[in-house]
């Protein structure tokens, strides 16, 4: 099959005037509210570690490294776009950004026009791959686009032809399902259903009986911790892993999951 291309992007100028005092301070966007709190130990853990390992290696530039972390919340409401204002305030030189690239949406705009780099270690969505960043966006995942081609070439190679997609609806959802239906087409694999819920949506069983009429071979979440309550409805619906595969994407690999579902959340 197809596979995404590449793309060049051409940065645009910055006109903000930025004058440095000898230290770094380094602000973090976490989550520490909202569907992506699940990955605040992992990132958590990242941060004190690179933290611990520029301390031991004597700072930057001889200066002790500063740093402060801000709420990002999630794209429900503006706890992201405070928590960005926040650091900016304090004075950061840069900023690690929202796990949530529907978050980085929200505050990209106002960090990069302050002239300041924003970095972030789970962002995904295709859409921020040519953003106009002013060449200060940077992230170390690939785009969805490599994640719904990969995936659905492992549905295919498993020998499902149906299949049904449960998407949370925001930029990350949308633009992984949208790629997936894509690829789906190009492998000869029939996208039955599509169903899209919003982020304080708690049951699923409407979702899951449309799944039971279509009857896919498979079924892809497009989700986060709410995956718990999508997999709970399916299960309960007689359409569960036992009787159909059942596929996750990126924001499903976390243990939580499998403890909120353990708990009926």
Do not use: C
């Not at 380094?26 to 990132?43: C, D, S």
């Not at 490294?65 to 305030?89: C, I, P």
């Amino acid at each position: 099959g197809s596979r995404p291309d590449t793309m060049t992007v051409t940065s645009q100028p910055i006109t903000a005037n930025l004058q440095g005092d000898g230290v770094l301070r380094i602000g973090a966007l976490q989550p520490k509210t909202g569907r992506a709190k699940i990955y605040l130990p992992a990132v958590s853990a990242g941060w004190e570690l690179a933290l611990a390992d520029i301390k031991a290696a004597g700072g930057v530039l001889g200066q002790p490294l500063e740093h402060r972390t801000a709420d990002a919340g999630d794209a429900s409401d503006d706890t992201g776009v405070r928590g960005a204002r926040a650091l900016l305030a304090d004075g950061v030189d840069v900023v690690i950004a929202a796990n949530s690239s529907a978050v980085t949406l929200q505050v990209i705009d106002e960090i990069v026009n302050a002239g300041i780099p924003i970095f972030s270690p789970l962002n995904t969505a295709p859409v921020l791959t040519n953003y106009a960043d002013h060449g200060l966006y940077f992230r170390n995942l690939p785009s969805d686009l490599i994640q719904a081609d990969t995936l659905a070439h492992v549905i295919a190679e498993r020998g499902n032809r149906s299949v049904s997609i449960v998407a949370l609806d925001d930029v990350y959802g949308n633009g992984l399902a949208e790629q997936l239906a894509r690829s789906f087409e190009t492998l000869g694999v029939t996208l039955l259903t599509t169903d899209f819920y919003g982020g304080a949506t708690s049951d699923f069983f409407p979702i899951a009986r449309r799944v039971v009429a279509a009857d896919p071979d498979a079924i892809v979440l497009v989700s986060f911790s709410e995956a718990s309550r999508a997999l709970r409805a399916l299960v309960v619906s007689g359409i569960g892993p036992r009787r159909k595969q059942i596929f996750g994407t990126d924001g499903t690999t976390n243990n939580t999951i499998g403890e909120l579902f353990d708990a009926g959340g």
